[in-house]
Structure formats: structure tokens, C-alpha cells
């Protein structure tokens, strides 16, 4: 009895994804496995096309598990790689769905595993099981870790974006669309690109043509509003890094403010003290940038660690009370208040905005995102094979970091790069936060509603960042206790984070 499989491939949609050369496959059932079977065709593999051919066996080979795939030249030809993005096998009962979006490069053979999602104790198969160790095998030979420097998350073992494995690359389309879209952003900023790659601005007159093309609502308030108290307080809430402001329980030491100092800036009747413990005063200390010596390239910089206060007045305003640049007090170590002069109090004020820039750029972005991410990237790859539900759950999100990030060791962090070039926290100085800020990460940290409720902002009003983000922390926290366990009767356990899920995961993590 001849059983009859109708078997579909198609082809990526990305550049030069399409092939000339010769494709074939089998298929791998849980009873047997089919012969090798060849694409007879006058036709090229087309990007974003798909070939199909009927798969005749002399008898049933069970569930399709695998589908084996086959690149081979043409003679005197050239070798022309494919992408594959996925595979579809039709009997007269079922549609077996193979998820592939990988390249096959040279005269390589791909085992592509059938889309449903398993653990590896759920799997059932000795062809599967054999399929995962092969797998993961491959993947921790592609995929290695390295030290990019002493005390920051490990990365891959890369140079270049061209030494990356096929998959990681970011396709050339994807590129070109990123950097049309951070082009527009800027433009709908107010700003002008080509003006951004200005050296140097002596007056502040010339940083403002940098907004002459659009007059964009929120570049305009800014210009207009950026010297006033209860804005600059505001970005600490809503601004472009409002993770660091937390309530504060005493007065430290260090910051020795008194209630004669802000006391023309108090409500009338109140204290100091009283407002503590009231919960209305709130600090911000770059204490990570403590002791950093500043970039001395092209010329010396300069970088502080200061420490500013913060007053949440009856009209609910957060407003700054009392700065200190340096972290140890004394006579050459003044703290400044708003009843200073006009520009000694808005020159204070810059350098707290200076250094909260230095900290953004470092911290929150560079390490808590991307670096951060690269970890999680490579763990991914080195310890769950592609059935694993946690590894179809964050590929898709983790595809190009490694892609991003080697692109920007390469120009941004490496010695002579941007940082260097532009930020008081170039040279050593990078390194050295980076050390310092990985020291004090915590797992708690890096997880949004006990990060808030450690910083006691929880009930702070016009905090639009917290609100916001805690609804998508909510709804990507809850979305992995559906997907994992949809169809199943039993009770699902709120862990209450996505990565007690991995232990396996976890355990690579801690590792670097």
C-alpha cells in the first residue's frame, strides 16, 4: 500500500534568501524514515516563494518527527546559500508544521524538528532525544562565551559581526530599516540628523538649531521649561532614566541637609523631618560614579557623584531641594539650595542631569539591556534545544542581540569608540561603572515590582513610567503561565517571574 505525503518548503523572505541549488529531503517518522527525495525543478528556490512535491512511501512511517534537509552545488557552479523558513507535511489526517528560519550554507544538512513544544522529559522518543543531544551539541560549539573585560557579563566569543554564526546576523533589509527608523525618530523629535554629528557646540544657541526643521510639542516644552525646578524633578519620574529616584527614610550622613537650608522651599508649618517621615522626600545618588576618574580624550572631561533631594510639595510636584556634588562633605563640598543664586543653582542642577546621563547610558541601557539580554541570548542557545517552550518563547525577541551588541563593542565601547570620543565616563572610566554596577545587581533588581517596592515609589503620583511598565510587566509575566501550560487541568503555580520557569537557563546564567 503506497502512503502518499504532500510536502511543502518555503523560502524566507530576506535578502538573497532563494537558492540555485539542488535541495532535497526525507522524512523521519516514529515507525521508519522515508529514502531521500530531490526538488525536480527548472526553477530557482524564489525569496518568499515555496516548492511542494509529493513523498511516496510503501508504508506508514507514524508522526513525522523530522524532516531532513539536503543542500548540494551544481558542478562548476557557485555555492548559493538558502534560507529556509519553515516546512509543512500533509497526510490525509494531519498537518505536521515545521518551524525552520535558518540558513543551510555550503553543502550543509539540517535536521528540522517538528513545531510542537516539549520538554525533554515530555518527549518520548528515542529519534528525539537523539535529535536534542546532537542539537545542543552543535549549538555550544557555534555559540561560546568570552570575557570582553574582568567584571562585566561575559559575551560572545566574536570579534565581528561577520564571525557570528549565519542565524545571528542581522539581515542587510532589517539593518537598513533600523536605520531608517531611528532617522525618523530623530526627525520627529524636532531634531536634524545630519546636524547631530556636530563636534562642538560653543553657545547654546547652536545646540537649539538642532530643532529647527519640525517644531515638535514636546522638543518645544522642553526648550521652554528645562531650567524650571518641577521639570527637572519630573524627568525623574518620566524622563529619560526614571529608575534611580527612591524615597528616603533619614537623611544620610554624607548629605548632611538641615531644615534651616530648605526650609524657605518646605510647605509652611513642616520640617524636614516631619516630611521624611511623611514620605514625601525622595533622593537620587550616583554613588556608582563615585571615585571614577573622568575621559581625559580629546581633552579632559570632567564627572561627579552627586546627590540631590527631592520634595514632593502639597500641589504634588516633585521638586529639587539641595544638591551636593561629591559624596564626602565638607567645606570644599557645598550643598546648594534654590535660594542660591539663579545660574549656581542651575549649574548644579546640570551637573546632576550630566551625571544621571552618564549612569543612563552605562547602566540602564548598556548593561541592563543589552548586555543583560546578551547573557540570557546565549544561555538560550547553549541549554534549550528549539522544542523547549521557554526557547520559542524569547527567540523571537532575542534573535539580533548578539548581531547588536558585537556591532557595538566593536564601534561604540571598544578603545577610540564613540564613548570614548563623546562621554566624561570614556577610558577606563566605562569599565569601571560597568564593574561597579554589576557588583550591585541583584536578581530582585532587575524585576520591576520589587525594584519599585525597594525604591518605595509605589505611591509617588505622575509616575507614568512605573504605571506603564508595570502593565507590561504584568501581561509578559502572565503570558508564559498560558502558553506553558494551556490544555492542562492542573493548577499552574505563580512563581510570580518567567525565569523560575528555566532552572537549567538560570544556572548557565549565574555562571558568567
Known sequence: MTISYHVTVYTGDLPFAGTIDKISLSLVGSLRSSKTFRFWSLTPFKRGGSKSMEV???????NILLVKLFKKKYFLLPEDSWYCSHITVKTLNNIYYFPCYTWLIGGDSLDVIEGTAWKQHESGSAILEEYRKKEMQKRQDMYQWRTF????????NCEKSSDLPRDAVMPFGRKVRTFYNIDAAIVELGLQPLKMCHEVWSMLSELQTLCEINRDPVSEYVK???????????QYLNGLNPVLIQQCSEIPAKFPVTDEMVAPTLAKGTTLQQEVQNGNIFIVDHVLLNGIAANTKPKQQYLEAPMCLLYLNPRKELVPIAIQLKQEPGPENPIFLPTDSKYDWLLAKVWVRHADTQVHQLISHLLNTHLFAEVFCIATLRKLPSAHPIFKLLMPHLKFTLHINTEARGLLISEGGVFDQAFSTGEMAKLRILQHALANTTYSSLCLPDNVASRRVDKIPNYYYRDDALKIWHAINKFPHVILHQGRSRQVPDHGHIHLFCPALCSECRTV
Open 224 to 234: 521652554k521649561h528645562w531650567k524650571e525646578d518641577r521639570f527637572f524633578g519630573y
Open 56 to 62: 511516496k512511501t510503501q508504508s506508514e512511517l507514524g
Open 149 to 156: 573585560a574582568p567584571g562585566i557579563p561575559k559575551s560572545i
